[in-house]
């Protein structure tokens, strides 16, 4: 059988367990009280009717039984009596106010009892009061009983333990109460943070929880949640990017390339002109197609997992002349001045394949802009910090100090660089992977204007300390 | 040449038959991986072509169960992964090249030559000769008509790839995976640079050109 909501509730849950601990505690000192007054009330008589017993043998001891028939008439006669019997061997009554004992069963030995005591009021009832006594054998063999009316004590005590009750009561309402704030304090809490889930489920990644500035768990759960939620807004955004920059440059050529097929199939359908060279086009559009999509994937898949695939440890000098030796040619070819300056003895971490590939696109970059007489220099070395650094400069037209950042982003490309081929993603996989290998990109003017050349761009790929 | 096509993409598998076929070989199909085990136990092949990721038995189980039955036919691995631990993985199952779709066909009719052609030279060479081009492997030095011709170590390196696929197309592509080790594409023209560089060495002052630019393919050489 399943509970109703109610009962399953955290806050129920919460104000129970308070009230479990506000009775606990409640109970042992009630506890206490009741035998700190009570319990010795009833010391208290017991050790007068011990007293009293004691006076009373002492008597008999000194001289016998008329003294201490001599004694109960005196005492007859005080403030509050004693009940008294004296009884003779056969424990038959002697002497005494009241009738016969009230101890059923008396083998000699000092017994106690307690028992019922018959009055008479002043209004002329018959009234039971509660009594106790104390019945012993004396020396000669006649037996004495000495009792009290406990009927005040008594009182005081059903006084004390109504006092007890009502302070229980008054303890179960204090702890509900206290428990329920308690809980509706934490019932808040939760809410908002529920409130949030709720909305992010429903699609509104702009919720965020209330951190209501306290320091307890709840605030560090409610940051711990925003900033969760900060990221993945930030990475829905970035997907959104991707997926509208993906739009936008493969739409372009997709659509060329739909409607030179379209042509080149009506032209056959007319009979005229031959779509060889319409064909080749299109192979062509679709190999450009599918290299921004393999460098959008490439990006995609190093920005998800956050770091470089099968790090191994090499020397960054020796990956640099190797991609140098693949880009010298094409700048001598090209009338570019080319020269690297490359750091003995230095140690990196990466994918070296990315990091080949990184080198490569920074280098395309550089000489598809650097005009004829121009130079580009290739240098790797230790900073001060740590870091590697792989830089390359060229003399070209460089990049203007406002759009350095965005030459980065994905598919970017500067307007007066539209007519150069390139799908306007070799930097932002530069990027990606500096970010997945822990380091970063840096873009700066190069070594300035000379005459036509410059000012240049100087393009570094820092990694961190291996 | 013979060759078993295992791929479950059977309008893929239709178009490679159809250009393999026209480009002189006999192609046998195979849908699946089990399918394809059966067909490669029972044949003679030149070069097997299998697609990583199909139903029953995946490209990588059926190369590794052939491997271990001691059959040595070349096989060129076809998948839509194109990470470098995935064509780690295809190549430590046995395979003996990878290539990521889409592919242009160029590339793939160069690589199955290159494979088929890798099985014939199986003894360790000292010496290549492609017509007038002699490459001596040990001594590291080029002669064409007696002439000495000096290199460069990776141009080198480009030669002896091509002498060793002589009179087949081989891709850019292809010389960047086998020459340079890159497995990327770099998006200007640096192959063709290396290429015209080697080609001024060997063909320049020589009646005849024996590097040859083979339209939508790459390059070849002829004897």
Redesign the interface.
Known sequence: MRLPRIFRTTPFRLTLLFLALFLSAASALLAYIYVATAGEASRRTDEEIRREMHSLVAAYDRAGVSAVNQSLIERAASERPFLYLLMNKDQKRISGSIEESPVEKFNGDPTWTTFQVTDVDAAGRTVKHPARGLQQRLSMGQVLFVGADVGEDEAYVAQVVRALWGAGALTVVLGLCCGLLMSRNVTRSMTGLTEVVEAVRNGDLGARAHVRGARDEFDELAAGINEMLDRLERSMAGHRHAGDAIAHDLRSPLTRLRARLEVAYLDVEAGKGDPTQAL?QA?EDT?GV??TF?AV?SIA?LQAAGAA??PVLFDPSELAA?IS???E??CE?KGIDFAAELADGLQARG?R?FL??AL??IL?NA??YTPAGGAIMLRVRRRSSGEIEFSVTDTGPGVPDGDRERVVERFVRLENSRNQ???GL?LSLVAAVAEAHGGRLELAEGPGKVGEMGPGLRVALMLPRA | MRILIVEDDLEAAEAMDRGLSEAGNACVRAADGEEGLTAARDGEFDVMIVDRMMPKMNGVQLVETLRREGDQTPVLFLSAL????DRVAGLQAGGDDYLVK?Y?FAELIARVAALARRRETGSVQTLLKVGELEMDLIGRTVHRQGKEIDLQP?EFQLLEFMMRHAGQSVTRTMLLEKV?E?????????ID??I??LRSKIDKGFDRPMLQTVR?AGYRLDA
């Open positions: 080749a192979l190999d599918l290299k393999a994937l898949r695939p099968d190797s030796e693949l880009y040619p094409l070819d994918n394949e080949a590939q490569a696109n395309d000489v598809k081929p390139g799908a070799g | 194109g990470e470098v631990n889409p242009a990776r340079w890159y497995h990327f594409d770099p998006q200007t023209n640096v640079v290396h015209s560089r939508g």
